[in-house]
Each structure stands twice: as structure tokens, then as C-alpha cells.
T-cell receptor, first 115, second 115 residues
Framework: DTGVSQDPRHKITKRGQNVTFRCDPISEHNRLYWYRQTLGQGPEFLTYFQNEAQLEKSRLLSDRFSAERPKGSFSTLEIQRTEQGDSAMYLC?????????????FGEGSRLTVL | GENVEQHPSTLSVQEGDSAVIKCTYSDSASNYFPWYKQELGKRPQLIIDIRSNVGEKKDQRIAVTLNKTAKHFSLHITETQPEDSAVYFCAARENYGGATNKLIFGTGTLLAVQP
């Protein structure tokens, strides 16, 4: 499968623990995005990278959240000291800058449940 | 920043009827407006998009219209089928300084097509 892949697909953790999600984008895509989606809501922007550079981070994003894309390929999203309000689906998407539309290709998501 | 509103939140139609979903956006600089379909437990997938220099675009049973002056755009699905049942998200792409930026999503419309 040459689409966007995310791991793990599901994560259950206790409040206060740290969690890390991984995203592998489509190989030639230079842009990578993280979104968060809660039930009944649209994807909410968290951050995005162009190659290895983090270009924007949502103002709504707590400093407990950090994302990296060290070699411009896969990315990780870490949440420290998780809270129940962090429970959501974390979606990764990639796109190829330079394409006229910049269509986002989404992964299946990583569902986080914080107990 | 950009803000996207979407209505209705739920829509139920009989098979064969048409469905219309409407979105408004706030930033007149936004230049690209995609629509994504998300089936239960699946990733969002692009179904149609429109750029700001076009007023209407059609692809088989799906069409999108854009009114730049009023800053609203709509998705039209004709001859609906049960497999059209899903959540539909509109989005607008921010455009600052001519650079491609992130997509801002609406809150989604749950479309149910009754056989």
C-alpha cells in the first residue's frame, strides 16, 4: 500500500502518560500535516511540515504536544502528560507542494483514548 | 485566520433525491475549496474541489458551486444512492502571500440516504 500509514491505529493510556504516534507519508510528498478529529467535528489543524521544517503550529496546541519530521520523511507526534481531553482521532495527511490543488491524502488515523 | 461554517449538520434524503450541503468561509484570500467524504471508520477522501477562479465544477452526479462575493460554496449530489451515505466535510485553503497553506475544515454533514 503506497498511501499514508499511521501507527498505532489505537492507543489506550492512563492520564499523565506520554504517547507517541508515527506517520509515514506518501513517499514523494514533501508536506505533512497533523490534524485532530473528535466525534461530530471536522479535522482540526495541529501543525504541518515542509520537508523537515515545521512551518506552522496551531495556537490552540498545548506545549504538551510536539511533532518532528527529522529527515523529511516520517513524522512523530508526541503528547506528554496526557489528559482526558486529548482523547481523539489523530489524522496525518501528506501532499505534494507544487501541485496546483495541493490535495491532502489522509491516513486512517490513530485513535487515542485517555482513561 | 480562516473560519469555515457548514450546514446542515445532518441530512436525510430518499434514494434518488438530490442533496445539497452549504459552507461559508471568512477569508476572501482563500483560493481552493475541496470536499471530502468520510465513511464510518475510514479516512477522509477527496471527492471534488474547486478553485477560486471557477464558479462551478461537475463530476458525474457531484457538483460544486462557488460564490466568491458571498464567500460561500455548496456541494450538490444528484440521484443519491445508499453508498453516498457518509460524513461530508468542506474545507478552505488559506492563502497568505501566495504560499500554499493549510486546509481549514467545516464541522461536517452526516448524509443518510434512505433506500
Amino acid at each position: 500500500d503506497t498511501g499514508v500509514s499511521q501507527d498505532p491505529r489505537h492507543k489506550i493510556t492512563k492520564r499523565g502518560q506520554n504517547v507517541t504516534f508515527r506517520c509515514d507519508p506518501i513517499s514523494e510528498h514533501n508536506r505533512l500535516y497533523w490534524y485532530r478529529q473528535t466525534l461530530g467535528q471536522g479535522p482540526e489543524f495541529l501543525t504541518y511540515f515542509q520537508n523537515e521544517a515545521q512551518l506552522e503550529k496551531s495556537r490552540l496546541l498545548s506545549d504538551r504536544f510536539s511533532a518532528e519530521r527529522p529527515k523529511g520523511s516520517f513524522s512523530t507526534l508526541e503528547i506528554q502528560r496526557t489528559e482526558q481531553g486529548d482523547s481523539a482521532m489523530y489524522l496525518c495527511a501528506s501532499s505534494l507542494m507544487g501541485l496546483d490543488t495541493g490535495e491532502l491524502f489522509f491516513g486512517e488515523g490513530s485513535r487515542l483514548t485517555v482513561l | 485566520g480562516e473560519n469555515v461554517e457548514q450546514h446542515p449538520s445532518t441530512l436525510s434524503v430518499q434514494e434518488g433525491d438530490s442533496a445539497v450541503i452549504k459552507c461559508t468561509y471568512s477569508d476572501s484570500a482563500s483560493n481552493y475549496f475541496p470536499w471530502y467524504k468520510q465513511e464510518l471508520g475510514k479516512r477522509p477522501q477527496l471527492i471534488i474541489d474547486i478553485r477560486s477562479n471557477v464558479g462551478e465544477k461537475k463530476d458525474q452526479r457531484i457538483a460544486v458551486t462557488l460564490n466568491k462575493t458571498a464567500k460561500h460554496f455548496s456541494l450538490h449530489i444528484t440521484e443519491t444512492q445508499p453508498e453516498d451515505s457518509a460524513v461530508y466535510f468542506c474545507a478552505a485553503r488559506e492563502n497568505y502571500g501566495g504560499a500554499t497553506n493549510k486546509l481549514i475544515f467545516g464541522t461536517g454533514t452526516l448524509l443518510a440516504v434512505q433506500p
